[in-house]
Structure formats: structure tokens, C-alpha cells
């Protein structure tokens, strides 16, 4: 097997490991482009193994571009005189450089994957002080920013939500909302649709209260 073969065979081992590393991240915007939203949790059981992945591709890029750059031995040159020219797209520089270049995208992923949720408007919603409320939950499955979009983007899609975050390290998501519109169980249940499942409720030590009224905003309440 030549040089340019194996670089070929290489390149192609680099950007399987490499989708792989980020799969449990690629899901989540796989089934919101789809509309599958329960099956973004697929693959999050894959996150341990995402360092040995990434360890991987990047082994393989980087012995891929030792066997293309090494020089050739005076053998190799007389046995494949026009070979740089000869050689499919497949197996030139050209086409590793791309590979490394996307291999490095998708071991990247994870970090920008959420920026292809849409973004909540900047609404200002008065909510009564009486129907105001804020909670917390454990939620399993999350590994990333594209998972915390996903979840953000369906409970955002109930009415009197105020904002909603969610924290992948953490494993929880923190929801603000207007409970003469929506409840508990509808956020957990959207939660739930997602895929990653929410596993219990945190004890809110500090609940808000107020006299009148709260003008909230995504940012906060006043």
C-alpha cells in the first residue's frame, strides 16, 4: 500500500472518530432540524468516551500527515514516478487539509452548536405577583451547550415562560413562569420530550414575592 493510499484510508478513519467525539452534540441540532426533538438524548451516552475520540482523531490526522509529507525513499520514487500527478482528489493534500479542517469542526462542536437554535425575542411580560414563580430541575442526559439549547428551545415554546436556562455541568435546568398559563408538570414534560429526562426538583430556598406585580423580562424580574 502506497503513501497516498494510506493517507486516503486515514483521512476518512480521522473524520468518522471525529463526528463520533461530537455525535452526543451533533444530535440535538440533528432533531431540531428535523422536528425529531425526543431523539436529541441519542447518543449522550457516548460523552466518557468523547476525550479517548478526540485523542483518536487527532492521532490519526497526524500520522496521516506524517505518511503524506515523509519524504519517499529513492525505491518509492522509482516505482511511482508521476504518482503526485496520477493520484485521485482523494488521496492529495488537498483533500487531507479539508479533512483536518473538519475533523477540527466537529471536535469543536460542542461549543458553538447552540448558535443554531433561534434566539428567544426579548419580550417584556407582566406577570401578577400571585402567578409568578421560579423553579429548578435535575435533569439527566445534558453534556453540552447544544443540549441546553435544545432544552431552553422547547420550554420556550410554552405560554407564560419568562426564561429558562439550563446547565449541562450542573445537570439542571432553572425556569421562570407565569403559573396562571403553564405549570410545573408542562415543563417537565417538555423537558422530558426532549430526551433528556428530568429526574427530580430542586427546593427553591429563596421563592420570590411581591406586593403588585413583576415586570420580567428573558434577563430577570423586577
Given amino acids: ?68 509529507l515523509k519524504p519517499r525513499t529513492a525505491e518509492e520514487i522509482q516505482c511511482a514516478c508521476d504518482e503526485e500527478e496520477k493520484s485521485p482528489f482523494m488521496q492529495t493534500k488537498t483533500f487531507l487539509g479539508l479533512v483536518t479542517v473538519f475533523a477540527f469542526l466537529m471536535m469543536a462542536f460542542p461549543y458553538y452548536g447552540d448558535i443554531f437554535y433561534p434566539k428567544a425575542d426579548q419580550q417584556i411580560v407582566v406577570v401578577s405577583s400571585n402567578n409568578f414563580q421560579e423553579a429548578t430541575f435535575n435533569v439527566s442526559g445534558m453534556t453540552c451547550a447544544s443540549c441546553e439549547a435544545h432544552v431552553k428551545n422547547e420550554v420556550n415554546k410554552l405560554p407564560g415562560i419568562v426564561s429558562v436556562s439550563a446547565n449541562s455541568k450542573e445537570g439542571n435546568a432553572f425556569v421562570k413562569f407565569d403559573n396562571s398559563k403553564t405549570n410545573k408538570e408542562a415543563i417537565i414534560k417538555s423537558i422530558d420530550a426532549t430526551g433528556y429526562k428530568v429526574t427530580g426538583e430542586v427546593a427553591n430556598e429563596n421563592p420570590t414575592h411581591g406586593e403588585a406585580g413583576h415586570v420580567c423580562d428573558p434577563d430577570g424580574c423586577k
Fill in 1 to 68: 500500500m502506497n503513501q497516498n493510499s494510506k493517507s486516503g484510508k486515514l483521512a476518512s478513519a480521522s473524520i468518522l472518530s471525529a463526528v463520533a467525539a461530537s455525535l452526543c452534540c451533533i444530535t440535538p441540532v440533528l432533531a431540531l432540524l428535523s422536528g425529531a426533538s425526543g431523539v436529541a438524548s441519542t447518543f449522550s451516552w457516548m460523552e466518557p468516551f468523547r476525550p479517548y475520540l478526540l485523542g483518536i482523531t487527532v492521532l490519526v490526522l497526524a500520522f496521516a500527515w506524517y505518511q503524506k
